[in-house]
């Protein structure tokens, strides 16, 4: 475990720098050394000699601001401080103290303060519960429409350090540096308009303190690209088949919704499975083998309206001859038979789209506690509600820990910042992704490419919840490359499959 995968609430963080302290690390001796990591990176990142606005709060992020204040002062910037409270902590007392007497602009009014190009928010840290009431919201909300790039400190004043939540207004940052350790606040779908860029300034908090407050086993992380890529099933061994590959069975589209079918397919050709096979109604048949020609395509039956009616599958073969089932694609609600078959089945399962609506009409909870093998649901916002309708969603990431525990399935909840738990209530956070993604059917890519890594390491020691969390960042890691090079309005689903290779090219470089 790396640092950079460690998430925190406020209260852990809070912990930990306790027993930082405890063990005899000046607190004034911390806050330097934070400081002037700040210090430097923003040194690399604004051209020397320009006008930087510091807002100072009453807290230790308000010292951490008047630090930066007094070494952009030094390098030669035009420095101003903005600091309206009356009462400061002793430390940022003494600091403001010394920016004074060098001389630093120093101004408590709005109406009083100088243009400038940067603005630098020191107002509020990590902890903060209370809304932020006046003046200090009226002052937020100033600092906003400015429209001057403005660089936060820990996180940008006004978020819950928890779960991301406005509370009454909160700086809208072009850049976020997150001191120690990610706060989990920064990594909620609410806030991300409030972040801009965010990057970790590690001031060597020891594993020790971490592990001391969060125990072996950290409940809150972030997927990296070290921890995907170590999960994927290469390099293959040198002697191998097809069917040591893994074999994945598709169940997916009908005659209305025949392109999920298409694009789960695809996926699941992306993710290199040795044999894939794919039940689709009759009548689409064709369609999928010109898209899909090395795959085994599957005819079924099919309903008045299209849908598959029952699965035909081949002779000598059923559905415990699979190392693993993807369904749910372009199924249509008429596909109730064929859910309840795979959710009987012992395989490892995944269910998503018309699968999870027809779950969530069975009853989510006690339909999937008599399941013996694995389970992966893949919801969005909607799909969750419906699958959940009982559960509290205030905190995206306590209500996914909550689903997987009740119901003994790894659930990935879709989102600009995915979170998946497993049954344990352990949590995993893509932590980049893209807009470009918001598109019909990329949802459907990523069943398909989940499927196939899912049956590459059914026999094989890696978890259910390290394959989901591998394929969600597979997945957004395509959509992020398809976007640098085509735009964000460039990535349809169709496109986003011929990415997922390049992932592998570009971060298995030298």
């Not at 003494?94 to 190009?117: M, N, T, V, W």
Request: hydrophobic content about 45%; aromatic content about 6%.
């Amino acid at each position: 475990m790396t640092k950079e995968q460690v998430i925190v609430t406020a209260a852990q963080m809070r912990d930990i720098e306790g027993r930082i302290f405890a063990a005899g690390m000046p607190v004034a001796a911390l806050m330097e050394k934070v400081a002037r990591l700040i210090s430097d990176r923003l040194q690399a990142m604004i051209p020397q000699g320009q006008r930087v606005g510091i807002l100072v709060g009453p807290g230790h992020n308000g010292c951490d601001a008047l630090v930066v204040a007094r070494e952009l002062h030094f390098r030669g910037d035009q420095v101003w401080i903005y600091q309206p409270f009356t009462k400061l902590k002793e430390l940022t007392s003494q600091h403001f103290q010394y920016a004074q007497s060098l001389g630093i602009p120093c101004y408590q009014k709005l109406e009083e303060l100088p243009s400038c190009d940067f603005l630098i928010d020191g107002l509020f840290g990590f902890g903060l519960e209370r809304e932020i009431t006046e003046p200090i919201a009226s002052a937020i909300n100033h600092f906003n429409e400015w429209n001057q790039p403005i660089f936060s400190i820990d996180l940008p004043s006004g978020l819950h350090t928890d779960t991301g939540e406005i509370l009454g207004t909160a700086i809208r940052a072009n850049h976020t540096f997150c001191l120690g350790l990610w706060k989990q606040g920064l990594l909620q779908d609410q806030a991300l308009a409030h972040i801009g860029k965010a990057e970790l300034i590690d001031f060597d908090i020891p594993l020790a303190d971490i592990h001391a407050v969060l125990g072996d086993v950290i409940k809150v992380k972030r997927i990296t690209a070290k921890t995907a890529l170590a999960t994927l099933p290469l390099p293959r061994p040198p002697v191998t088949h097809k069917y040591k590959e893994g074999h994945l069975l598709l169940i997916c589209g009908s005659r209305r919704y025949a392109g999920g079918a298409i694009l789960t397919g695809l996926g699941a050709r992306a993710s290199g499975v040795g044999m894939l096979s794919i039940a689709v109604p009759e009548s689409i048949k064709p369609l999928l083998v010109s898209h899909l020609p090395e795959a085994l395509i599957i005819g079924c039956p099919e309903t008045e309206t299209g849908a598959i009616a029952q699965l035909q599958l081949p002779d000598n073969t059923d559905l415990s001859s699979f190392s693993a089932i993807a369904c749910g694609p372009g199924l249509t609600k008429d596909a109730m038979p064929i859910v309840q078959q795979v959710i009987a089945s012992p395989v490892p399962l995944i269910l998503d789209a018309d699968a999870l609506n027809i779950l969530a009409q069975l009853g989510t909870i006690p339909t999937l506690q008599q399941r013996q093998a694995a389970t992966v649901l893949t919801p969005h916002t909607g799909e969750f509600h419906r699958l959940f309708p009982d559960l509290p969603y205030t905190n995206r990431v306590n209500a996914v820990q909550t689903s997987a525990e009740q119901t003994g399935a790894v659930i990935l909840l879709k989102g600009a910042r995915t979170a998946i738990s497993n049954p344990q209530g352990v949590v995993w956070i893509n932590s980049e992704s893209t807009p470009a993604l918001a598109r019909g059917g990329s949802g459907d890519v990523l069943t398909g490419l989940m499927g196939g890594l899912l049956a590459q390491i059914a026999n094989q020691q890696t978890t259910i919840e390290d394959v989901v969390a591998t394929a969600a960042w597979w997945h957004s890691q395509a959509g992020i490359l398809a976007a640098a090079e085509r735009t964000e309005l460039g990535v349809d689903a169709f496109t986003l499959t011929q990415y997922l290779i390049k992932v592998l090219l570009v971060w298995n470089q030298p």
